[in-house]
């Protein structure tokens, strides 16, 4: 059974209303993106907030952003709100318990950074819980509706961020390309470097670029330590590190 809450050095995330509950990758991904806008005075969107991680650890380092979340589940909804308003952050953060293809067409404003962890099952099996087939299948949100509303609210300056299993890239990608949205980078994530990966985070910019940045980032060295470029980026944020 998951812990109803995770302790970070500056926040704490409940979780027990959260279908996707904390995990590493999400971390991770949080992390990497926190450091490269580190300092940065930027408007953020996080779409599928859930527990409100990601807009948590982006707060933390981007003092002075302005961060809107968008949650359709009801629960993660209220969990978002109660995690952002217990938080130090909590005038930065404000979270819509909206769907983001309505968000899109309701928001007459653009984001320079946009930040999304999907849910992204296609053909799996499915849980008896509703909440979690929300927060991982994406009938709810498929790869075309998620790259039309980021086509549509993602500043022409601006980058989109995606945290996806290696085995839905592909699908993604299609329908980014097909909105005007094309790869500046790709973070090939592995748990240690003798397994394949398992994860790809994923930047997104509307000027095409003709070649792509490519990075390595393993979490555990072989002995099962975490490497040193993930303690880097985490030892902002957890506690025993």
């Known amino acids: ?20 509950k904390v995990c590493t990758d999400s971390c991770l991904f949080g992390a990497l993106v926190a450091s490269i806008y580190k300092g940065c005075e930027v408007n953020v ?8 991680l990601l807009s948590l650890m982006l707060a933390q380092q981007l003092p002075t952003a302005t ?16 995690n952002f308003s217990n938080s130090v952050f909590s005038t930065q953060l404000t979270v819509y318990p909206i769907s983001i293809q309505d968000f899109a067409l309701k928001k007459n404003q653009s984001y320079q950074l946009i930040i999304c962890n999907p849910p992204f099952f296609t053909n799996h099996l499915k849980s008896k819980t509703q909440d979690k087939n929300t ?20 500043h022409d300056q601006g980058i989109f961020w995606l945290l996806l299993p290696v085995s839905e890239t592909k699908a993604y990608i299609e ?5 005007g949205l094309y790869i500046q980078s ?24 003709e070649s792509m940045a490519t990075h390595q980032i393993c979490i555990k ?21």
Request: aromatic residues 12%; glycine residues 4%.
């Open 1 to 20: 059974m998951s812990n109803s809450y995770f302790q970070f050095k500056q926040f704490l995330v409940s979780q027990e209303l959260c279908a996707m």
């Open 45 to 52: 969107l996080d779409i599928g907030s859930g527990s409100g």
């Open 67 to 82: 961060i809107d979340a968008v949650e359709i589940d009801a629960g993660a909804y209220v969990q978002s709100q109660i």
């Open 135 to 154: 927060a991982k299948h994406n009938e709810t949100l498929s790869p075309t509706d998620l790259a039309s509303a980021v086509a549509q609210l993602l």
């Open 175 to 179: 329908k980014m390309l097909e909105k």
């Open 186 to 209: 790709k973070y090939e994530i592995f748990d240690t470097e003798n397994l394949p990966a398992f994860r790809w985070i994923l930047s997104f910019v509307k000027q095409n670029h």
């Open 221 to 241: 060295n072989e002995d099962k330590t975490y490497s040193t470029p993930f303690v880097e980026l985490l030892k902002p944020y957890y506690l025993h590190l």
